[in-house]
Protein backbone atom coordinates (compact mmCIF):
# COMPACT_ATOMS: atom_id res chain seq x y z
CA UNK A 1 0.00 0.00 0.00
CA UNK A 2 1.13 3.26 -0.85
CA UNK A 3 0.88 6.51 1.09
CA UNK A 4 -0.39 8.45 -2.05
CA UNK A 5 -4.31 8.53 -1.64
CA UNK A 6 -6.41 6.82 -4.34
CA UNK A 7 -7.92 9.53 -5.76
CA UNK A 8 -6.87 13.33 -5.29
CA UNK A 9 -8.62 16.14 -6.40
CA UNK A 10 -6.67 19.46 -7.65
CA UNK A 11 -8.68 22.52 -8.13
CA UNK A 12 -11.42 21.00 -9.85
CA UNK A 13 -14.08 23.37 -11.55
CA UNK A 14 -17.11 22.45 -13.48
CA UNK A 15 -19.27 24.08 -15.12
CA UNK A 16 -22.80 23.10 -16.95
CA UNK A 17 -22.91 26.06 -19.83
CA UNK A 18 -22.74 29.05 -17.53
CA UNK A 19 -23.39 27.65 -14.26
CA UNK A 20 -20.43 27.20 -12.41
CA UNK A 21 -21.70 24.01 -10.81
CA UNK A 22 -18.02 22.15 -8.77
CA UNK A 23 -16.12 25.42 -7.43
CA UNK A 24 -12.33 24.93 -6.73
CA UNK A 25 -12.72 21.01 -5.23
CA UNK A 26 -9.43 19.93 -3.54
CA UNK A 27 -9.58 16.90 -1.30
CA UNK A 28 -7.75 13.73 -1.13
CA UNK A 29 -9.92 10.66 -0.47
CA UNK A 30 -8.46 8.27 1.99
CA UNK A 31 -7.39 4.76 0.35
CA UNK A 32 -9.38 1.62 1.71
CA UNK A 33 -11.86 3.80 3.96
CA UNK A 34 -15.69 4.46 3.20
CA UNK A 35 -16.34 8.41 2.69
CA UNK A 36 -19.32 9.78 2.21
CA UNK A 37 -20.46 13.45 -0.03
CA UNK A 38 -23.57 14.51 1.89
CA UNK A 39 -25.38 17.72 1.20
CA UNK A 40 -28.93 18.70 0.09
CA UNK A 41 -30.39 17.76 -3.20
CA UNK A 42 -28.71 20.06 -6.14
CA UNK A 43 -25.28 20.62 -4.17
CA UNK A 44 -23.14 19.01 -6.80
CA UNK A 45 -22.42 15.99 -4.75
CA UNK A 46 -23.56 13.43 -7.82
CA UNK A 47 -21.75 15.82 -10.35
CA UNK A 48 -18.42 15.29 -8.09
CA UNK A 49 -19.11 11.67 -8.07
CA UNK A 50 -19.31 11.92 -11.94
CA UNK A 51 -16.05 13.07 -12.60
CA UNK A 52 -14.01 10.45 -10.92
CA UNK A 53 -14.73 8.28 -13.99
CA UNK A 54 -15.71 10.49 -16.69
CA UNK A 55 -19.46 9.40 -16.95
CA UNK A 56 -19.81 13.32 -18.15
CA UNK A 57 -18.01 12.62 -21.13
CA UNK A 58 -21.07 12.14 -23.47
CA UNK A 59 -23.15 15.65 -21.48
CA UNK A 60 -23.36 18.52 -23.31
CA UNK A 61 -22.65 21.55 -22.39
CA UNK A 62 -20.10 20.52 -19.67
CA UNK A 63 -16.86 21.60 -19.10
CA UNK A 64 -14.25 20.38 -16.70
CA UNK A 65 -10.93 22.53 -15.32
CA UNK A 66 -8.29 20.76 -13.20
CA UNK A 67 -7.34 17.18 -12.24
CA UNK A 68 -8.94 14.77 -10.98
CA UNK A 69 -6.17 11.71 -9.81
CA UNK A 70 -6.22 8.20 -9.90
CA UNK A 71 -3.06 6.38 -8.96
CA UNK A 72 -1.35 9.56 -9.47
CA UNK A 73 -2.33 9.68 -13.05
CA UNK A 74 -4.56 12.44 -14.27
CA UNK A 75 -7.71 10.90 -15.60
CA UNK A 76 -8.72 13.99 -17.79
CA UNK A 77 -5.39 13.75 -19.48
CA UNK A 78 -5.90 13.71 -23.15
CA UNK A 79 -4.15 10.82 -24.15
CA UNK A 80 -5.79 8.79 -20.97
CA UNK A 81 -7.75 5.82 -21.87
CA UNK A 82 -10.91 6.40 -20.89
CA UNK A 83 -12.26 2.19 -20.64
CA UNK A 84 -8.86 2.16 -18.57
CA UNK A 85 -10.07 4.44 -15.78
CA UNK A 86 -13.60 3.17 -15.54
CA UNK A 87 -12.17 -0.64 -15.14
CA UNK A 88 -10.55 0.89 -11.77
CA UNK A 89 -14.42 1.97 -10.57
CA UNK A 90 -17.15 0.24 -9.74
CA UNK A 91 -20.41 2.30 -10.03
CA UNK A 92 -23.89 1.83 -8.04
CA UNK A 93 -27.09 4.11 -9.42
CA UNK A 94 -29.31 5.01 -7.34
CA UNK A 95 -31.76 2.33 -9.41
CA UNK A 96 -30.00 -0.70 -9.96
CA UNK A 97 -29.89 -1.07 -14.43
CA UNK A 98 -28.76 -4.59 -14.47
CA UNK A 99 -27.97 -5.03 -18.31
CA UNK A 100 -30.91 -7.11 -20.51
CA UNK A 101 -29.13 -10.13 -20.14
CA UNK A 102 -29.10 -13.35 -17.79
CA UNK A 103 -27.64 -13.38 -13.97
CA UNK A 104 -24.53 -15.20 -15.25
CA UNK A 105 -23.72 -12.57 -18.65
CA UNK A 106 -24.15 -9.37 -15.97
CA UNK A 107 -21.35 -10.78 -14.12
CA UNK A 108 -19.44 -12.32 -16.85
CA UNK A 109 -19.52 -8.97 -18.94
CA UNK A 110 -16.85 -6.86 -17.88
CA UNK A 111 -14.38 -10.14 -17.20
CA UNK A 112 -15.64 -11.49 -21.34
CA UNK A 113 -14.58 -7.32 -22.55
CA UNK A 114 -11.51 -7.66 -20.92
CA UNK A 115 -10.34 -10.50 -22.44
CA UNK A 116 -11.69 -13.96 -19.83
CA UNK A 117 -12.74 -16.42 -22.39
CA UNK A 118 -12.04 -19.41 -20.71
CA UNK A 119 -15.61 -21.00 -19.20
CA UNK A 120 -14.40 -22.14 -16.04
CA UNK A 121 -12.93 -19.55 -15.14
CA UNK A 122 -15.89 -17.19 -15.64
CA UNK A 123 -18.07 -19.23 -13.35
CA UNK A 124 -15.57 -18.68 -10.84
CA UNK A 125 -15.26 -15.56 -10.95
CA UNK A 126 -19.12 -15.17 -11.62
CA UNK A 127 -19.72 -17.40 -8.58
CA UNK A 128 -17.32 -15.82 -6.37
CA UNK A 129 -18.73 -12.28 -7.06
CA UNK A 130 -21.94 -13.65 -6.25
CA UNK A 131 -20.80 -15.03 -2.75
CA UNK A 132 -19.45 -11.84 -2.28
CA UNK A 133 -22.41 -9.86 -2.28
CA UNK A 134 -24.61 -12.32 -0.28
CA UNK A 135 -27.00 -13.30 -3.51
CA UNK A 136 -24.88 -16.98 -4.24
CA UNK A 137 -27.18 -18.94 -2.40
CA UNK A 138 -30.81 -16.59 -4.00
CA UNK A 139 -29.62 -17.37 -7.45
CA UNK A 140 -27.42 -20.39 -8.03
CA UNK A 141 -30.58 -22.22 -9.65
CA UNK A 142 -31.42 -19.54 -11.72
CA UNK A 143 -28.32 -18.24 -13.22
CA UNK A 144 -29.06 -18.00 -16.71
CA UNK A 145 -32.31 -16.39 -16.18
CA UNK A 146 -32.52 -13.13 -16.98
CA UNK A 147 -31.70 -10.48 -14.56
CA UNK A 148 -34.65 -8.60 -14.62
CA UNK A 149 -36.69 -10.95 -12.31
CA UNK A 150 -34.82 -10.65 -9.81
CA UNK A 151 -35.95 -7.96 -6.61
CA UNK A 152 -34.70 -4.37 -6.99
CA UNK A 153 -32.64 -5.59 -3.97
CA UNK A 154 -31.06 -8.31 -5.62
CA UNK A 155 -30.78 -6.38 -8.84
CA UNK A 156 -28.28 -4.20 -6.60
CA UNK A 157 -26.61 -6.61 -4.98
CA UNK A 158 -25.88 -8.24 -8.83
CA UNK A 159 -24.62 -4.52 -10.30
CA UNK A 160 -22.41 -4.65 -6.90
CA UNK A 161 -21.28 -7.46 -8.09
CA UNK A 162 -21.41 -7.37 -11.91
CA UNK A 163 -18.76 -4.01 -10.76
CA UNK A 164 -16.63 -6.24 -8.36
CA UNK A 165 -15.97 -8.18 -11.44
CA UNK A 166 -13.87 -6.04 -13.32
CA UNK A 167 -11.53 -5.79 -10.64
CA UNK A 168 -11.86 -2.57 -9.58
CA UNK A 169 -9.89 -0.53 -6.56
CA UNK A 170 -12.70 1.89 -5.93
CA UNK A 171 -16.38 1.56 -5.76
CA UNK A 172 -18.24 4.48 -6.46
CA UNK A 173 -22.37 4.76 -4.93
CA UNK A 174 -24.73 6.90 -6.46
CA UNK A 175 -26.93 7.37 -3.19
CA UNK A 176 -27.07 3.11 -4.01
CA UNK A 177 -29.55 2.43 -1.33
CA UNK A 178 -32.29 5.47 -2.47
CA UNK A 179 -34.91 3.06 -4.51
CA UNK A 180 -34.68 -0.23 -1.87
CA UNK A 181 -36.30 -1.24 0.96
CA UNK A 182 -34.63 -0.60 4.84
CA UNK A 183 -34.07 -4.99 4.63
CA UNK A 184 -32.57 -4.47 1.01
CA UNK A 185 -30.81 -1.46 2.32
CA UNK A 186 -29.23 -3.05 5.23
CA UNK A 187 -27.84 -5.65 3.21
CA UNK A 188 -26.04 -2.91 0.42
CA UNK A 189 -24.81 -1.42 4.05
CA UNK A 190 -23.27 -4.14 5.75
CA UNK A 191 -21.70 -5.33 2.56
CA UNK A 192 -19.96 -1.68 2.01
CA UNK A 193 -18.41 -1.90 5.31
CA UNK A 194 -16.99 -5.62 4.72
CA UNK A 195 -15.84 -4.81 1.12
CA UNK A 196 -14.14 -1.45 2.66
CA UNK A 197 -10.85 -3.70 3.75
CA UNK A 198 -10.42 -4.13 -0.09
CA UNK A 199 -11.61 -1.20 -1.43
CA UNK A 200 -11.68 2.76 -1.32
CA UNK A 201 -15.65 3.32 -1.20
CA UNK A 202 -17.35 6.63 -2.28
CA UNK A 203 -20.84 7.28 -1.62
CA UNK A 204 -23.23 9.86 -2.61
CA UNK A 205 -25.95 9.95 0.04
CA UNK A 206 -28.10 12.07 1.47
CA UNK A 207 -29.25 9.76 4.30
CA UNK A 208 -26.92 11.29 7.18
CA UNK A 209 -28.04 8.20 9.62
CA UNK A 210 -26.93 6.25 6.43
CA UNK A 211 -23.51 8.10 6.42
CA UNK A 212 -22.79 7.76 10.16
CA UNK A 213 -23.45 4.00 10.11
CA UNK A 214 -21.18 3.23 7.02
CA UNK A 215 -18.16 5.62 6.57
CA UNK A 216 -15.34 6.87 8.04
CA UNK A 217 -14.86 10.02 6.40
CA UNK A 218 -17.63 12.87 5.59
CA UNK A 219 -17.69 15.72 3.02
CA UNK A 220 -19.98 17.94 3.37
CA UNK A 221 -20.87 19.52 -0.10
CA UNK A 222 -22.82 22.46 -0.41
CA UNK A 223 -23.52 24.73 -3.35
CA UNK A 224 -21.02 23.43 -5.34
CA UNK A 225 -17.96 23.88 -2.49
CA UNK A 226 -16.43 21.42 -0.26
CA UNK A 227 -17.90 23.12 2.92
CA UNK A 228 -16.58 20.59 5.27
CA UNK A 229 -14.08 17.29 5.56
CA UNK A 230 -13.12 15.48 7.94
CA UNK A 231 -13.72 11.81 10.28
CA UNK A 232 -17.18 11.50 10.59
CA UNK A 233 -17.98 11.29 14.30
CA UNK A 234 -15.63 14.44 14.76
CA UNK A 235 -18.12 16.28 11.47
CA UNK A 236 -21.39 15.09 12.64
CA UNK A 237 -20.86 15.91 16.76
CA UNK A 238 -18.32 18.57 16.23
CA UNK A 239 -18.51 20.87 13.15
CA UNK A 240 -16.49 23.32 12.54
CA UNK A 241 -18.42 25.46 10.14
CA UNK A 242 -21.53 27.26 10.72
CA UNK A 243 -22.66 25.81 7.29
CA UNK A 244 -22.19 22.36 8.55
CA UNK A 245 -23.38 22.94 11.42
CA UNK A 246 -27.24 24.34 10.40
CA UNK A 247 -26.88 21.08 7.84
CA UNK A 248 -26.19 18.55 10.63
CA UNK A 249 -28.96 19.61 12.82
CA UNK A 250 -31.58 19.52 9.87
CA UNK A 251 -32.14 23.96 9.60
CA UNK A 252 -30.63 23.52 6.02
CA UNK A 253 -31.81 21.79 3.02
CA UNK B 1 -74.36 20.01 -16.06
CA UNK B 2 -71.04 19.32 -15.78
CA UNK B 3 -71.99 15.39 -15.71
CA UNK B 4 -73.74 16.22 -18.78
CA UNK B 5 -70.90 17.77 -20.33
CA UNK B 6 -69.15 14.76 -19.43
CA UNK B 7 -71.07 12.03 -20.79
CA UNK B 8 -71.92 13.89 -23.94
CA UNK B 9 -67.58 14.10 -25.12
CA UNK B 10 -67.68 10.04 -23.93
CA UNK B 11 -70.12 9.76 -26.05
CA UNK B 12 -68.29 11.34 -29.01
CA UNK B 13 -65.06 9.77 -28.07
CA UNK B 14 -67.03 5.76 -28.37
CA UNK B 15 -68.55 7.12 -31.61
CA UNK B 16 -64.47 8.29 -33.13
CA UNK B 17 -64.14 4.35 -31.64
CA UNK B 18 -66.29 2.76 -32.98
CA UNK B 19 -65.79 4.59 -36.57
CA UNK B 20 -62.32 3.40 -36.71
CA UNK B 21 -63.35 -0.26 -35.43
CA UNK B 22 -65.88 -0.68 -37.30
CA UNK B 23 -63.84 0.79 -40.71
CA UNK B 24 -61.59 -1.77 -39.81
CA UNK B 25 -64.28 -4.77 -39.93
CA UNK B 26 -66.20 -3.42 -42.81
CA UNK B 27 -63.15 -3.28 -45.36
CA UNK B 28 -62.00 -6.74 -44.41
CA UNK B 29 -65.56 -7.70 -44.45
CA UNK B 30 -65.53 -6.37 -48.34
CA UNK B 31 -62.30 -7.83 -49.39
CA UNK B 32 -63.30 -11.45 -47.46
CA UNK B 33 -67.22 -11.22 -49.34
CA UNK B 34 -65.93 -10.38 -52.61
CA UNK B 35 -62.82 -12.18 -52.93
CA UNK B 36 -63.88 -15.37 -51.46
CA UNK B 37 -66.05 -16.59 -54.42
CA UNK B 38 -63.17 -16.18 -56.91
CA UNK B 39 -60.42 -18.01 -54.41
CA UNK B 40 -58.93 -20.89 -55.66
CA UNK B 41 -55.69 -23.03 -54.75
CA UNK B 42 -54.99 -21.87 -58.22
CA UNK B 43 -54.61 -17.98 -57.79
CA UNK B 44 -52.08 -19.48 -55.01
CA UNK B 45 -50.39 -22.09 -56.95
CA UNK B 46 -50.20 -20.49 -60.38
CA UNK B 47 -48.97 -18.10 -62.68
CA UNK B 48 -51.19 -16.51 -65.12
CA UNK B 49 -51.76 -18.57 -68.07
CA UNK B 50 -52.21 -16.65 -71.33
CA UNK B 51 -55.68 -15.34 -71.09
CA UNK B 52 -55.53 -14.75 -67.33
CA UNK B 53 -56.48 -11.33 -67.78
CA UNK B 54 -59.44 -11.96 -69.68
CA UNK B 55 -60.68 -14.69 -67.55
CA UNK B 56 -59.02 -18.05 -68.16
CA UNK B 57 -56.62 -20.24 -66.43
CA UNK B 58 -53.94 -19.49 -63.89
CA UNK B 59 -53.18 -17.77 -61.04
CA UNK B 60 -51.46 -14.63 -58.88
CA UNK B 61 -48.55 -16.80 -57.32
CA UNK B 62 -46.09 -14.35 -59.80
CA UNK B 63 -47.22 -11.46 -57.78
CA UNK B 64 -47.27 -12.78 -54.44
CA UNK B 65 -43.37 -13.92 -55.13
CA UNK B 66 -42.64 -10.69 -56.41
CA UNK B 67 -44.22 -8.93 -53.80
CA UNK B 68 -42.48 -11.36 -50.99
CA UNK B 69 -39.13 -10.63 -52.64
CA UNK B 70 -39.33 -6.98 -52.58
CA UNK B 71 -40.90 -6.36 -49.51
CA UNK B 72 -37.91 -9.12 -47.68
CA UNK B 73 -35.29 -7.65 -49.99
CA UNK B 74 -35.89 -3.72 -49.28
CA UNK B 75 -36.55 -4.64 -45.48
CA UNK B 76 -33.33 -6.57 -45.35
CA UNK B 77 -31.66 -3.34 -47.00
CA UNK B 78 -33.37 -0.81 -45.01
CA UNK B 79 -32.32 -2.59 -41.59
CA UNK B 80 -28.66 -2.50 -43.05
CA UNK B 81 -28.76 0.95 -43.73
CA UNK B 82 -30.74 1.74 -40.83
CA UNK B 83 -29.48 0.23 -37.97
CA UNK B 84 -26.15 2.10 -38.15
CA UNK B 85 -27.94 5.46 -38.65
CA UNK B 86 -29.55 4.83 -35.26
CA UNK B 87 -26.95 3.44 -33.28
CA UNK B 88 -24.52 6.53 -34.48
CA UNK B 89 -27.41 8.74 -33.69
CA UNK B 90 -28.15 7.25 -30.30
CA UNK B 91 -24.95 6.03 -29.00
CA UNK B 92 -21.94 8.60 -30.68
CA UNK B 93 -23.39 11.52 -31.27
CA UNK B 94 -24.19 13.63 -28.11
CA UNK B 95 -27.62 15.03 -27.66
CA UNK B 96 -28.00 18.63 -29.14
CA UNK B 97 -25.19 17.50 -32.28
CA UNK B 98 -25.98 18.92 -35.33
CA UNK B 99 -25.51 15.83 -37.44
CA UNK B 100 -28.33 13.78 -35.23
CA UNK B 101 -30.30 17.03 -35.82
CA UNK B 102 -29.70 17.07 -39.61
CA UNK B 103 -30.17 13.17 -39.74
CA UNK B 104 -33.64 13.19 -37.78
CA UNK B 105 -34.92 16.24 -40.03
CA UNK B 106 -33.86 14.29 -43.26
CA UNK B 107 -35.62 11.28 -42.07
CA UNK B 108 -38.54 13.83 -40.72
CA UNK B 109 -39.06 15.05 -43.85
CA UNK B 110 -38.24 11.84 -45.88
CA UNK B 111 -41.04 10.11 -44.05
CA UNK B 112 -44.06 12.44 -45.28
CA UNK B 113 -42.60 11.86 -48.83
CA UNK B 114 -45.83 10.18 -50.94
CA UNK B 115 -44.23 6.47 -52.47
CA UNK B 116 -45.08 8.07 -56.28
CA UNK B 117 -42.35 9.99 -55.34
CA UNK B 118 -40.13 7.71 -54.61
CA UNK B 119 -41.44 5.86 -57.70
CA UNK B 120 -40.75 8.61 -59.79
CA UNK B 121 -37.08 9.25 -58.38
CA UNK B 122 -36.01 5.82 -58.44
CA UNK B 123 -37.12 5.45 -62.42
CA UNK B 124 -35.00 8.63 -63.10
CA UNK B 125 -32.18 7.55 -61.83
CA UNK B 126 -32.48 4.40 -63.22
CA UNK B 127 -33.13 5.68 -66.76
CA UNK B 128 -30.12 7.58 -66.28
CA UNK B 129 -28.14 4.04 -65.33
CA UNK B 130 -29.66 3.01 -68.50
CA UNK B 131 -31.59 0.07 -66.64
CA UNK B 132 -35.06 -1.23 -67.11
CA UNK B 133 -37.66 -2.25 -64.61
CA UNK B 134 -36.65 -5.11 -62.68
CA UNK B 135 -36.96 -6.53 -59.25
CA UNK B 136 -33.28 -4.78 -58.21
CA UNK B 137 -34.94 -1.59 -59.27
CA UNK B 138 -38.17 -2.34 -57.30
CA UNK B 139 -35.95 -3.17 -53.86
CA UNK B 140 -34.40 -0.10 -54.12
CA UNK B 141 -36.91 2.12 -54.54
CA UNK B 142 -38.93 0.50 -51.75
CA UNK B 143 -36.32 0.46 -49.33
CA UNK B 144 -36.01 4.50 -49.63
CA UNK B 145 -39.81 4.50 -48.86
CA UNK B 146 -39.47 2.40 -45.62
CA UNK B 147 -36.10 3.37 -44.40
CA UNK B 148 -37.42 6.74 -42.77
CA UNK B 149 -40.59 4.25 -41.11
CA UNK B 150 -37.37 1.77 -39.87
CA UNK B 151 -35.36 4.64 -38.41
CA UNK B 152 -38.55 6.60 -36.90
CA UNK B 153 -39.65 3.60 -35.02
CA UNK B 154 -35.99 1.69 -34.08
CA UNK B 155 -34.84 6.13 -32.76
CA UNK B 156 -38.00 6.43 -30.76
CA UNK B 157 -37.31 3.09 -28.79
CA UNK B 158 -33.34 3.29 -28.99
CA UNK B 159 -34.52 7.37 -27.24
CA UNK B 160 -36.53 5.76 -24.26
CA UNK B 161 -33.20 3.39 -22.92
CA UNK B 162 -32.11 5.11 -20.16
CA UNK B 163 -28.89 6.89 -20.10
CA UNK B 164 -27.84 4.96 -17.06
CA UNK B 165 -28.22 1.94 -18.32
CA UNK B 166 -25.75 2.68 -21.27
CA UNK B 167 -23.33 4.55 -18.23
CA UNK B 168 -23.44 0.89 -15.96
CA UNK B 169 -21.94 -0.60 -19.18
CA UNK B 170 -19.33 2.05 -19.73
CA UNK B 171 -18.59 2.22 -16.15
CA UNK B 172 -17.41 -1.49 -16.53
CA UNK B 173 -14.68 -0.41 -18.86
CA UNK B 174 -16.74 -1.25 -22.16
CA UNK B 175 -16.26 0.95 -25.26
CA UNK B 176 -19.28 2.15 -27.22
CA UNK B 177 -19.13 -0.72 -30.00
CA UNK B 178 -19.12 -3.28 -27.12
CA UNK B 179 -22.02 -1.01 -25.63
CA UNK B 180 -23.67 -1.45 -28.86
CA UNK B 181 -24.69 -4.90 -27.94
CA UNK B 182 -26.60 -3.72 -25.24
CA UNK B 183 -28.30 -0.90 -26.76
CA UNK B 184 -29.23 -3.53 -29.54
CA UNK B 185 -30.56 -5.84 -26.71
CA UNK B 186 -32.38 -3.93 -25.10
CA UNK B 187 -34.22 -2.61 -27.71
CA UNK B 188 -34.76 -5.75 -29.69
CA UNK B 189 -38.46 -5.81 -29.24
CA UNK B 190 -38.55 -2.32 -31.20
CA UNK B 191 -36.13 -3.11 -33.99
CA UNK B 192 -38.48 -6.25 -34.61
CA UNK B 193 -41.59 -4.44 -34.77
CA UNK B 194 -39.80 -2.17 -36.85
CA UNK B 195 -38.79 -4.69 -39.73
CA UNK B 196 -42.05 -5.74 -39.84
CA UNK B 197 -43.68 -2.66 -39.67
CA UNK B 198 -41.36 -1.91 -42.89
CA UNK B 199 -41.96 -5.26 -44.25
CA UNK B 200 -46.45 -4.88 -44.17
CA UNK B 201 -45.61 -1.09 -45.42
CA UNK B 202 -43.39 -2.74 -48.68
CA UNK B 203 -45.89 -5.12 -49.57
CA UNK B 204 -48.51 -3.33 -49.91
CA UNK B 205 -47.13 -0.59 -51.81
CA UNK B 206 -48.09 0.22 -55.49
CA UNK B 207 -46.90 3.84 -56.41
CA UNK B 208 -43.45 3.15 -55.88
CA UNK B 209 -43.18 -0.05 -57.50
CA UNK B 210 -45.37 0.67 -60.84
CA UNK B 211 -42.27 2.12 -62.99
CA UNK B 212 -39.08 0.66 -60.90
CA UNK B 213 -40.00 -2.99 -60.62
CA UNK B 214 -42.56 -3.23 -63.54
CA UNK B 215 -44.95 -6.58 -64.39
CA UNK B 216 -44.83 -9.82 -65.59
CA UNK B 217 -46.72 -13.27 -65.74
CA UNK B 218 -43.48 -14.95 -64.57
CA UNK B 219 -41.88 -15.20 -60.69
CA UNK B 220 -38.59 -13.09 -61.52
CA UNK B 221 -35.64 -15.49 -61.27
CA UNK B 222 -33.21 -12.65 -61.08
CA UNK B 223 -32.65 -9.36 -60.03
CA UNK B 224 -32.38 -8.48 -63.70
CA UNK B 225 -35.81 -9.80 -64.37
CA UNK B 226 -38.81 -7.12 -64.18
CA UNK B 227 -41.06 -8.45 -60.76
CA UNK B 228 -44.60 -8.18 -60.31
CA UNK B 229 -46.50 -7.14 -57.37
CA UNK B 230 -49.57 -8.07 -55.63
CA UNK B 231 -50.83 -4.65 -55.41
CA UNK B 232 -50.21 -3.63 -59.33
CA UNK B 233 -51.62 -7.50 -60.04
CA UNK B 234 -54.84 -6.18 -58.04
CA UNK B 235 -54.85 -2.70 -60.07
CA UNK B 236 -54.75 -4.84 -63.27
CA UNK B 237 -57.24 -6.54 -62.78
CA UNK B 238 -59.17 -4.46 -61.15
CA UNK B 239 -59.09 -2.20 -64.14
CA UNK B 240 -60.78 -4.82 -66.55
CA UNK B 241 -64.02 -4.50 -67.62
CA UNK B 242 -64.80 -8.19 -67.14
CA UNK B 243 -66.71 -9.40 -63.78
CA UNK B 244 -64.68 -12.50 -63.46
CA UNK B 245 -61.50 -10.60 -63.45
CA UNK B 246 -62.62 -8.23 -61.19
CA UNK B 247 -63.64 -10.85 -58.80
CA UNK B 248 -59.71 -11.96 -58.94
CA UNK B 249 -58.75 -8.77 -58.31
CA UNK B 250 -60.66 -8.97 -54.79
CA UNK B 251 -59.34 -12.86 -54.69
CA UNK B 252 -55.25 -10.98 -54.58
CA UNK B 253 -56.77 -8.18 -52.17
CA UNK B 254 -57.97 -10.95 -49.75
CA UNK B 255 -54.54 -12.62 -50.37
CA UNK B 256 -52.38 -9.29 -49.94
CA UNK B 257 -54.50 -8.57 -46.87
CA UNK B 258 -54.18 -11.62 -45.15
CA UNK B 259 -50.17 -11.59 -45.83
CA UNK B 260 -50.30 -7.73 -44.05
CA UNK B 261 -52.86 -8.73 -40.99
CA UNK B 262 -50.37 -12.07 -40.51
CA UNK B 263 -47.51 -9.45 -40.29
CA UNK B 264 -48.99 -7.37 -38.33
CA UNK B 265 -50.16 -9.67 -35.74
CA UNK B 266 -46.66 -11.93 -35.43
CA UNK B 267 -45.30 -8.35 -35.25
CA UNK B 268 -47.33 -7.87 -31.95
CA UNK B 269 -47.35 -11.24 -30.35
CA UNK B 270 -43.02 -11.43 -31.08
CA UNK B 271 -43.19 -7.85 -29.55
CA UNK B 272 -44.59 -8.96 -26.13
CA UNK B 273 -42.94 -12.09 -26.12
CA UNK B 274 -39.81 -10.61 -26.95
CA UNK B 275 -40.23 -7.89 -24.27
CA UNK B 276 -41.26 -9.80 -21.41
CA UNK B 277 -38.57 -13.04 -21.72
CA UNK B 278 -35.12 -11.78 -23.36
CA UNK B 279 -35.55 -8.67 -20.75
Not at chain 1, 188 to 194: K, Q, S, T
Not at chain 2, 195 to 224: C, E, K, W, Y
Request: proline letters at 5%; one cysteine or more; glycine letters at 6%.
Amino acid sequence: MTSQPHISIQNLNLFYGANHALKNINIDIPDKRVTSFIGPSGCGKTTLLKTFNRLHDSSVDVRIEGKVLVDGENIYDKDMEVTHIRKKMGLLSQRPFPLPMSIFDNIAYGPRIHGTRDKKKLHEIVEQQLRDVALWDEVKDRLHTPAARLSIGQQQRLCLARGLAVEPEIILGDEPTSALDPRSTHKIEELFLELKEKYTIVLVTHILRQARRVSDFIVFVYNGEIIEFGPTEELLLNPKEELTKDYVRGFLS
Amino acid sequence: MRKIEENIFKALMIIACAIIVSSFFMIVGTVVLKGLPAMNLDMLTKTPDGGFYIGKEGGVLNAIMGSLYIAGGSSFLALAISLPIVLYINLYLRKGSWLAKATRLSQDVLFGIPSIVYGAFGFTVMMYFGLKASLLGGIVAVTLLVMPIMIRTMDEVMRTVPKELLDASYSLGATRLETVRIMVRQSAPGILTAVLLSFGRAIGDAASVMFTAGFSDNIPQSLDDPAPTLPLAIFFQLSSPMEEVQARAYASALILTILVLTISLSARILTKRFSKNKI
